[in-house]
Structure formats: structure tokens, C-alpha cells
């Protein structure tokens, strides 16, 4: 059965920063009506089943009820086996739960700490992410229609390699020992507690280890990409010291936050090397967000490696799904009749 999985992250869109800068604050209708779109363009493309994370708002089932008086859909549209926590937690759940099901590939919906969570479960079960976050370097900007018509091309065995690869990822270690990770950037922080999540403010900044950056980034990646751009394949990542130094540059920290940056020294690292020393006490942020408390005598070093989720671009996949002809024919033009209620 070619099943699709879509985590649609409620909170997402929502943090500090639409507060001290200007962030788009993403509202749950809006992804209510992006999933509306995927789920169209997943009827038609040979998907049998969608399995959603439920959440507070309801965003599938909502969706699935704006469409029913127009549309009929051949989907088996189920809520995911996991308990509702109404935290981040919610979204590795769904992301284990689909992941042990043998969903063929997962929709996410929110930024990069969105993302991240899924990330941790979901095995090699690949990810299609569309942007609802604040920082939005992981997850692109795509449209639903296509997001969805790109996921049952990838649950249909209609893309491979390069259109689904693998990304880079940071292992985060506490006294030699792995606990947690970052697809993006790890940061670490002068603070002491966690305190707020969200992150906006260089002069709290320590340390930036990243997996890429370029410069039309939006958050702390886009330091590295005004320093030494890193793209997504890239086969290295940096390790950036904040402080007085020779090196001066401007980079977009949140939208509409341009701030001025001052590096004292900068690495570029290879796949498997770890970048050791950090002593607390301080606060790690992982994409975009603080997580990580290091208390009083306690080491944090950091390890770059290939080993993040699969990820699928939909531009690459549908150029490669269309080479195999599924836009094409009689049974392409059959499954668009499912869309069509019946009189």
C-alpha cells in the first residue's frame, strides 16, 4: 500500500520573533488549506493512505472536512498511533509511529526546529518539508499542490538519487556522550538557562557550528553563508568563533533583523570530525532554538556527519517522475475522476 505521512506543526510560525523582529506569523487556517492542496494532488498520483500527527487546531481533519462537499477523495485518510502531548514531542512521535508503519514519505509542515524533531524518528523514511516556520533553511518554500504531487511520485518509486538524498547533521555531546542533534546549526550561548527559545540576539552568541549556510539564509546559517557559503551536499560544515577579530560581516538573524557580526576565527570541517572544549555552565541552541542546559564543570564538544534524514526536492523528483511518463496516458487521466464528486 503506498502510504504518505504529513506532520503539519501547529505552534509553528508563532515564536518570540514576531515580537522583537518581523516575522510572517503562520496561522493554522493557512495550513489548513495547504494540506487541502497536498491531499488533492496525493489522489491523483497513486497514493492509497495518508496517516497525519493529530494535533490541538485539527489540521488534517479540518481539511479533509473543507473538501468533502467538493471533492471525493480515494485516500484513507488515518490519525497516527501515538499520544497527543500538545509539545515538539508530538512531531518525533508521529515521525517513529509513521516510520514503523512503512509510510513511503512524510510531508512536514513547520521550520527548522519542526524538522529537527521529526528528524530524530524518522529513520530513512524520506522528507518532504514545506515552510510554515521562522527559519526556513531546512524546509523550502513549495507550493502544496506540488509538495504533494512530489510525495506520491517518491511513495510510487517514481524518484531516486539525486532528487531523494541524504543530508548533514550535528551530534551534540555532553561529556563524551550524544544528546541531541541539529540539522542546521548548533549555537552555543552565554546564557545559562533556557529561558525563551527562540534565539535573535549575536552579542549572546559563542560559538556557531553549522551543517551549511548560504547567504540568502534567514537565522544564525546565514553568518556562515556571509562568511563562506556551504551548500546542502556539500561534503564539509564550519565551526565560527564570535568575538573581536578581522573578519566583520552583516547577516539576516531573523526576518527583518540584519545585524552586525564579528568573527575572530573560523573552521571548515570534514564529514566526522568533532570540534571539542566547550565548557559550561551555558545553553546549546539547536536550529534556531535553545535546548540544551550545560552545567557547572560539564564539556560540550560537537561531531558533523552525513548521517541526517533523507530528504526529497520536489523539483527533482517531478522532473524524474515525468520522465517515466505519470503525467501521462490513460491511467494518469483515470485518477483525476476520483477528484470528481459523484451525482
Known amino acids: 500500500m503506498a502510504s504518505v505521512g504529513i506532520i503539519a506543526n501547529p505552534a509553528s510560525g508563532k515564536d518570540i520573533r514576531r515580537l522583537v523582529a518581523y516575522g510572517i506569523c503562520f496561522d493554522n487556517l493557512e495550513k489548513v488549506n495547504i494540506v487541502k492542496r497536498c ?3 496525493l489522489a491523483v498520483t497513486g ?3 495518508v496517516v497525519y500527527m493529530p494535533d490541538y487546531y485539527g489540521i488534517v481533519p479540518r481539511a479533509v472536512e473543507g473538501l468533502a462537499k467538493d471533492h471525493h477523495l480515494s485516500l484513507d485518510i488515518v490519525e497516527a498511533d501515538m499520544e497527543m502531548t500538545g509539545t515538539q514531542i508530538d512531531s518525533a512521535q508521529a515521525a517513529l509511529a509513521m516510520n514503523q508503519a512503512g509510510i513511503g514519505c512524510i510531508i512536514t509542515l513547520g521550520g527548522d526546529g519542526t524538522n529537527r524533531m521529526v528528524a530524530k524518528s524518522c529513520g530513512d523514511v524520506p522528507l518532504l518539508p514545506i515552510s510554515t516556520g521562522t527559519n526556513n533553511v531546512f524546509p523550502q518554500m513549495v507550493e502544496g499542490t506540488i509538495a504533494g504531487l512530489a510525495a506520491g511520485a517518491v511513495v510510487c518509486g ?4 539525486p532528487a531523494v538524498h541524504r543530508t548533514k547533521k550535528i ?4 561529556n563524551g556522550k550524544p544528546v541531541d542533534m541539529a540539522l542546521i546549526d548548533a549555537v552555543v550561548l552565554k546564557d545559562i538557562f533556557i529561558g525563551s527559545r527562540a534565539i535573535w540576539d549575536e552579542e549572546r552568541i559563542r560559538k556557531v557550528v553549522v551543517t551549511r549556510g548560504e547567504p540568502d539564509n534567514i537565522g544564525i546559517s546565514s553568518i556562515a553563508g556571509n562568511l563562506h557559503p556551504i551548500g546542502i551536499t556539500e561534503s564539509k560544515g564550519m565551526a ?3 568575538g573581536p577579530g578581522n573578519i566583520s560581516l552583516m547577516a539576516p538573524l531573523a526576518p527583518g533583523l540584519i545585524r552586525p557580526i564579528q568573527v575572530a576565527a573560523y573552521k571548515i570541517l570534514e564529514i566526522g570530525e568533532e570540534i571539542n572544549g566547550e565548557k559550561g555552565p551555558l545553553v546549546i541552541a539547536l536550529d534556531g532554538e535553545r535546548e540544551v542546559e550545560v552545567g ?3 564539556e560540550v564538544s560537537f561531531q558533523l556527519t552525513f548521517e541526517g534524514p533523507r530528504v526529497a526536492d520536489p523539483r527533482l523528483v517531478l522532473r524524474q517522475a515525468v520522465a517515466k511518463g505519470y503525467s501521462q496516458g490513460e491511467q494518469a487521466m483515470k485518477k483525476l475522476h476520483w477528484l470528481k464528486e459523484e451525482n
Do not use: M, P, Q, Y
Not at 158 to 161: G, I, K, M
Not at 171 to 174: A, E, F, H, Q, T
Open 39 to 41: 491531499l488533492l494532488a
Open 47 to 49: 497514493v492509497d493512505r
Open 158 to 161: 517514481l524518484a531516486d538519487s
Open 171 to 174: 551530534i551534540v555531546l555532553k
Open 240 to 242: 565560527i568563533d564570535l
Open 296 to 298: 557547572e564543570g560539564e
